[in-house]
C-alpha cells in the first residue's frame, strides 16, 4: 500500500539509526527474555550497554509481562522516546499490531 510504501523506508532509517547510536544492539551478545508465537523479546548486552528488543507479529496490540528485566528503567531508542519502570526485575510493554520496540536499559 501507499502508507506502507511510504513509511517502511522511514523505520528502517530510523532503526538504522537506533543501532549505530548503540554498540550493544550492532556488537551485544543475545539473550532471549520471551518467545511466543507471534512475540519475542530479547537483550543485546555489551560491558557498557544492554537494548531490550520487543517484536510482536500478530495483527492485533499486545501487552507483554516481561520477568527479569535488569535494570530501573527503560528508555526507547526509537522516535517515540517512551519510559518504562522496571520494578523488582519486572516491566509492562505495550506493542502495537505488527510493532517493534527498542529500549535502552538504565540503571539509575
Request: cysteine-free; hydrophobic content about 45%; proline content about 6%.
Amino acid at each position: 500500500t501507499a502508507a506502507l510504501s511510504s513509511t517502511l523506508p522511514a523505520f528502517i532509517r530510523e532503526l538504522a539509526e537506533a543501532r549505530a547510536a548503540s554498540p550493544a544492539l550492532g556488537y551485544g551478545s543475545y539473550r532471549t527474555v520471551l518467545v511466543s508465537q507471534r512475540q519475542m523479546v530479547f537483550l543485546r548486552e555489551t560491558p557498557d550497554e544492554t537494548v531490550l528488543v520487543a517484536l510482536n507479529s500478530d495483527s492485533e496490540p499486545v501487552q507483554l509481562p516481561l520477568k527479569s528485566i535488569p535494570g530501573q528503567h527503560l528508555t526507547s531508542l526509537l522516535r517515540d522516546k517512551s519510559v518504562i519502570d522496571v520494578k523488582g526485575g519486572a516491566a509492562s510493554i505495550n506493542l502495537p499490531a505488527y510493532g517493534t520496540a527498542v529500549f535502552r536499559v538504565h540503571e539509575i
